[in-house]
């Protein structure tokens, strides 16, 4: 009999799961049974900003081919939820009534918008309430967003924010982490009102320091966007709509102030959906809790992968019972790792051939800002100041080793600036605002653990007008990581190139590169031309 493998959630991790897991299926050792929420076949939620300003249409979105699936014999249940597990029968019960037994179950059920607290919007908590028999429903069930608010995660909500943008709307944000100012630089360039409210002195707060985060925000406020800064948000003001309905009319701070709009646009983080697995008696923290195998703790044969898994070391029987730290990343491209990797062993175990002892190392993550003209960067440990008394020192067994150390150049009136964080002359992260072929040589830097020239100003180099690349430069070094979304290579695009792939598009086609968030394709380009001469 065929394993029998139910997996949770299409979205694009569950997608890349049941690409890389179709061999399988064909031969007939596996009989896969995939059960989406959404009533779409996947689609790219990394671009779901620039589909919602109308700067990418739908097709740019698609990242699957369902019929491939459905041919090859996979059971694809889409407009479906899942409203319980019953670990002990080993099924799971669908909406429908359905139950489908399983002999490896995958959680690839993503995360949900968080909603704060605010008065005039109702937050449930939703790890202790069971999934809605309505797919439809399943976010909003029992506590809807009020008219005239919304949170960027699924089409629809694309279509409202499409919709307020087409008419030259007033739309307020309500956080700037990375996507929050994405929507907001995008919808201010396509000519609609755009307003950042945050709390805090900065924008991204929790991927740039003070001087990259003064000079983003300098950037957004000369693109058109208004940047509201120690903004704590209380409560709404409504307007009754002509139906009677009441509709968001303006945002009500701490301090008194009342920030007036058409469109609040909720962009406060995400939370894992772990409630499936909660009460299911699965170990949850901030996501479901797997191990480096990204098996559940507790039930060997349920694992989790993308923004619900939350990978950690098993603890030890009697050890403390506290919660590891850390949590699911956010970024699709280590959930695609996830689903490559699980996919692989899954076919091995099941071929009874050799499978991978542990999880693949997981690359650090670097954190990229999309927008037009403002290019934002950032990796690793970028806390340390330059002016800091003597940086902390790092220890290896009993042995210390260099302290760190931090470079930092800034040119406000040009938006540009730069901060390294170093150990021994190794980077260890990084903040690049405006210079991205500065930011592109320390991403490389980065990932290879490469020592910096002693003299680090020649770095900034890159980004002057006198710069050519040249052939034997690092830019072009097989080994360097071009897309992080898909850990591809500049070697895998050349080969590519030389396979006769010689656009953007063609090399996405053939090696995923650019098809996750989409930033890396002007290097793709340059990478082809460098090819090409």
Same mark, same amino acid.
């Given at each position: ?36 929420? @959404? ?73 949900? /918008? ?33 008219? !005239?608010?919304? /949170? ?101 701070? /701490? ?36 191990? @480096? ?22 603890? /030890? ?34 071929? !009874? ?18 927008? @037009? ?5 950032? $990796? ?29 150049? $800034? ?16 980077? @260890? ?41 040249? $052939? ?62």
């Amino acid at each position: 009999m065929p394993e029998r493998i139910v997996l949770v959630g299409y979205g694009p991790v569950g997608a890349r799961f049941v690409e890389e897991l179709l061999p399988l299926v064909r031969d007939g050792r596996a009989g896969l049974t995939v059960v989406g929420a @959404e009533a779409a076949d996947a689609y790219n939620r990394v671009l779901i900003a620039e589909y919602a300003v109308g700067h990418a249409n739908r097709d740019d979105l698609e990242i699957t081919d369902t019929s491939q699936a459905l041919d090859a014999g996979v059971r694809l249940l889409t407009g479906t939820s899942v409203t319980q597990v019953n670990r002990s029968r080993r099924t799971v019960s669908l909406g429908t009534g359905e139950q489908l037994p399983y002999d490896r179950l995958v959680l690839a059920t993503g995360a949900r /918008a968080n909603v704060p607290t605010l008065d005039g919007v109702k937050r449930l908590r939703r790890d202790v309430m069971m999934p809605a028999a309505d797919a439809a429903a399943l976010d909003s069930a029992e506590a809807p967003l009020p008219r !005239g608010v919304t /949170a960027l995660r699924d089409l629809d909500d694309a279509h409202t924010v499409l919709a307020a943008v087409q008419a030259a709307r007033r739309i307020v944000v309500l956080g700037a982490g990375v996507l929050g100012m994405e929507i907001a630089l995008a919808a201010a360039n396509a000519g609609a009102e755009a307003s950042v409210v945050y709390h805090g002195d900065i924008p991204m707060g929790r991927n740039l320091d003070r001087g990259g985060g003064a000079v983003l925000a300098r950037n957004a406020r000369r693109a058109g966007v208004t940047m509201i800064n120690h903004s704590r948000a209380e409560s709404l003001l409504f307007h009754q709509d002509d139906d009677g309905v009441a509709r968001f009319d303006a945002l009500v701070c /701490a301090d008194g102030k009342q920030i007036h709009g058409d469109l609040l646009l909720l962009s406060c983080g995400v939370g894992a959906r772990r409630e499936l697995a909660h009460l299911a008696g699965l170990p949850v923290s901030t996501g479901i809790l797997v191990d @480096e195998d990204l098996r559940s703790w507790n039930d060997p044969d349920i694992y989790a992968i993308g923004d619900c898994a939350h990978v950690a070391p098993k603890p /030890a029987a009697g050890a403390s019972s506290a919660l590891p730290s850390g949590g699911p990343s956010g970024l699709v491209g280590p959930g695609w790792r996830q689903a490559d990797w699980l996919a692989a062993r899954f076919a091995a175990e099941i071929r !009874g051939s050799d499978s991978t002892a542990g999880l693949a190392p997981q690359r650090s993550n670097v954190v990229m800002l999309k927008a @037009e003209g403002i290019d934002v960067v950032a $990796a690793g440990d970028i806390g340390p100041e330059p002016w800091d008394a003597e940086g902390p020192q790092a220890h290896t067994g009993d042995c210390p080793s260099a302290p760190l150390s931090v470079s930092q150049w $800034a040119d406000p009136e040009h938006g540009r600036y730069v901060k390294m964080v170093t150990r021994g002359g190794i980077l @260890e992260g990084f903040v690049c605002v405006g210079m991205p072929r500065t930011a592109a040589e320390l991403t490389l830097l980065f990932e290879r653990g490469s020592e910096l020239p002693a003299d680090r100003s020649v770095l900034l180099r890159f980004d002057g007008p006198d710069y050519v690349p040249t $052939a034997g430069g690092d830019a072009f070094a097989p080994d360097a990581t071009v897309c992080w979304c898909n850990g591809v290579t500049v070697g895998a695009i050349t080969d590519s190139a030389g396979a006769g792939n010689a656009t953007v598009a063609c090399i996405g086609a053939a090696t995923r590169a650019g098809t996750g968030c989409g930033g890396c394709k002007t290097r793709i380009g340059e990478i082809l031309t460098h090819f090409a001469q």
